[in-house]
């Protein structure tokens, strides 16, 4: 039986048993940079297919390319809060393959002289414990281009009648973060393998050197899983699941790798050092090609690109610009908030903490932060299968809803509808408030009309008032806010109610 063919999965107390698993993650990173890596090509997300390209990004004859010094500059920043030592002197390499969404047939990356090297990452578990991830280097290139299998079943080349090709992304600047293998993880190497994305992520938008926009491709996982028996001293032979595009799926893909390659051991097979590609649908895993060594790809220093080489004074320049890293502000907002570590820990797994914090510091008391994007947006993002990260509303936007809120200009119940609108795309808060007539009726003499009006359409419910059973108010309440289609006080139309029944 082979990994190829092998469907059957052990049991994962079984796997942990005989197994120990080593992980090694590559996470490549998207830099926010207005153009690309070595041309002056835009690299807007969502632009019109091939209207981003140039000679350079699309290898013609007689181009040049030339370094991206902002790419240069974030590469060294993420180095720098990695923990990593910066290389005083590298060079750029040819690392040379043939993919049709690849135009020059090799890539403009860096082999044995990357930008950073020998680092580390605590990252925090579930439990609240911490996990050092050593990092090996962090080395900078270009993106590939985009390829769309059109009229297959899966969106995959397999079974498509043909493929189209968009150069929009080829060129892109691209820091690829590798960890050196990670062992004693044991039964939490598929938690830890997420908390390390999540960890780098959140450090990467702190930042502010990606968008880190997993569902746009920003950032992306391939994950490395092998294992050797309990007395062995060489690893195994590892697969990568390619490209994983959710912090959730990188959990589940390697848990699922962990199982099916020990299915594979415990059959008498081998595991085949290849690609694999991970389907979302169902979380698995297939196939997908024979894994390349560095010899296959042939790497040589690329001629037309001068080294790299940061000065000492420069480095230091950068590393004043680290912010406040994101779990020492956690940290810190945890006792300013007095929140227990068990509403911390459901925060951060939430996605909400950064969010929050950005709504805070936008204006937003840290209350009212919490509970919408706690409740009513992590509703929102869980209808539309997103990360809460990737709704399309900023924390701005949230503060300023609350703000409206708070100065009842409207209440929650419309704050609701106000939000639904940004979502959908139709502009700031304030102004769709007034385009669309959400404003709160604060007319005192509509409203004591509208309660007058109510309690004279339910004389039966105003007598029980009258008697003392003020709990009846509420039916009142209801019918004035439904003949003010929600836009009115129901604190303010309450208390009328009761002065109107006394």
Not at 160 to 186: F, M
């Amino acid at each position: 039986m082979t990994a190829a063919t092998t469907t059957e999965l052990l049991d994962y107390d079984d796997v942990l048993a005989k197994y120990k698993p080593v992980l090694g993650l590559e996470v490549h990173v998207e830099l926010g940079t207005a153009t690309k890596m070595f041309c002056p090509c835009r690299t807007e997300f969502g632009a019109e297919p091939n209207t981003q390209v140039c000679p350079v990004c699309l290898g013609l004859p007689g181009s040049l390319p030339v370094v991206n010094e902002k790419a240069v500059e974030s590469a060294i920043r993420i180095g720098l809060a990695l923990n990593c030592s910066v290389t005083p002197w590298g060079r750029f390499a040819r690392k040379n393959y043939f993919y049709p969404d690849q135009p020059k047939n090799y890539q403009i990356s860096q082999y044995d002289e990357p930008i950073v090297h020998d680092g580390y990452l605590d990252v925090v578990l579930d439990d609240g414990s911490t996990f050092r991830v050593e990092i090996e280097r962090a080395h900078m290139e270009e993106d590939t281009g985009k390829s769309l299998h059109v009229g297959g079943a899966t969106g995959r080349i397999h079974g498509a009648s043909h493929s189209l090709l968009d150069y929009n992304r080829a060129g892109v600047p691209l820091v690829e973060i590798v960890t050196k293998p990670i062992e004693g993880a044991g039964e939490r190497a598929p938690e830890v393998a997420r908390a390390y994305v999540t960890a780098l992520r959140d450090l990467l938008r702190a930042l502010d050197v990606s968008d880190v926009r997993m569902d746009q491709g920003s950032v992306r996982c391939d994950a490395n899983v092998s294992l050797m028996l309990e007395d062995a001293t060489e690893f195994g032979t590892r697969t990568e699941t390619k490209n994983v595009n959710s912090l959730k799926s990188i959990e589940v893909a390697v848990r699922y790798e962990m199982r099916r390659q020990a299915a594979v051991l415990e059959s008498g097979g081998e595991v085949t050092l290849e690609t694999r590609h991970f389907q979302e649908a169902d979380g698995t895993t297939s196939a997908g090609r024979p894994k390349e060594s560095a010899e296959d790809y042939r790497y040589f220093p690329e001629p037309d690109l001068e080294p790299v080489a940061p000065s000492s004074e420069w480095v230091e320049e950068l590393r004043k610009t680290i912010p406040e890293l994101p779990w020492l502000v956690r940290k810190r907002i945890q006792q300013d908030w007095g929140l227990s570590d068990e509403v911390m820990r459901d925060l951060v797994n939430a996605g909400a903490i950064d969010l929050i914090i950005a709504t805070v510091d936008a204006g937003a008391p840290s209350e009212a932060a919490r509970s919408w994007w706690v409740a009513y947006l992590s509703e929102k993002a869980n209808e539309r299968a997103v990360e809460l990260d990737a709704l399309p509303i900023t924390p701005a936007q949230v503060a300023e809803v609350i703000a409206l809120v708070d100065a009842k200009t409207i209440n929650n119940k419309t704050a609701r509808q106000v939000i639904d609108f940004v979502l959908d795309g139709e502009g700031e808060p304030g102004a769709i408030v007034e385009a669309k007539g959400l404003g709160m009726v604060s007319d005192e003499g509509a409203l004591k009309t509208a309660v007058a009006e109510a309690l004279a359409a339910n004389p039966d419910i105003a007598d029980k008032i009258r008697s003392g059973k003020i709990q009846a108010a509420g039916k009142i309440v209801g019918d004035v806010m439904k003949a003010t289609r929600g836009q009115a006080d129901a604190a303010r139309v309450r208390e009328l109610v009761l002065e109107a029944c006394t």
